[in-house]
């Protein structure tokens, strides 16, 4: 049975649907190559709220500590409207892997959404503000990958975004398989990139994967534990950690010369002069060549299609968190 394709909500503005404010589409080359890989479901709060399309801009308007959704030119308070429509649609979601949704919009911006005073006031900018739609989103769905187009042009946004995605939908075609063996052979298939992730995250669902408590049980657990270690990017130090233990299985089999190159290349995406296919590719080449089967289904080679590899470019390591306002 192949893997489901991740199911990911999206705005519909993004490339489904000319339903914006003004009638106009949002571009986003990334989407479009992905189309044939995931599954999106479109939806747009605005129009299918019945506000029309084209139609007049709404905002966010903080009164008294409360956030309302405002359409200035009429006057109208849609907060109840909005809030009604956003949390059916959420209800009646399933199998979900993640949201993809139209940066600083006042409905479904996930950060950087533009707060009014109630009046004439000039909008103030905290970084944290998220629209009604996208704040939902947030408090509904805390373990799920949520990401705007817009980040999405940065590779180490990318490549967790899609890691994550194409790793819930895996996880789902596990849960449908439904038994031992199946979740035995995920957590083996994902060991490397647990590890790369959080090792200790690994080592606790390789414990939950063999236990001999009822299976029911160890899918609920499992699913829990795997959707908190992929919640935050990894880190390269424990990419090292991973990458080494790979590199063990090569051990009296490698030229010393080679095992130098090799370390070498680690030392380099550290310093960020290579990205981590670098070393990534040279640990596949010896898999290839000297028929290391464990090695070979490791999705750490290829977590999600290989046409968007090497997203994680030579910034892998730069420290900075990407993450720190938008989840
Ligand atoms: S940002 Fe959201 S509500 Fe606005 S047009 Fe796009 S999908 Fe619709």
Redesign the pocket.
Known sequence: MPDPRPRVVI????EFAA???NGAM?KSDTVLRLMPYVEFL???????MGLGIPRDPVRIVRKDGADRLVQPSTGRDLTDTALRFTREHLANLSDVDGFL??GR?????IKDVRVYPPGEGKAVLTGRSS?M?AREVLNAFPDLAIEDETRLLNGRIADHFLTRIFTHARFRGCLERGTPKALMDFHARHKLLLMGYNQSAMRRLGRISASSAPLEERLQQYSMDLHQALRRPPNCRSWNNAMMHAMGYFSGKLEPQEKQHFLRSLEWFVEGKVPLSAPLLMLRSWALRYEEEYLLQQVLFEPYPAEFMGLLGTDACSGRDLWEVAR
Request: with cysteine; net charge positive.
């Open positions: 705005s519909r503005c993004i339903c914006r404010y949002v479109p939806v747009c709060m605005e129009a299918d949704l139209k919009s006042p409905s479904c911006g629209g739609f």
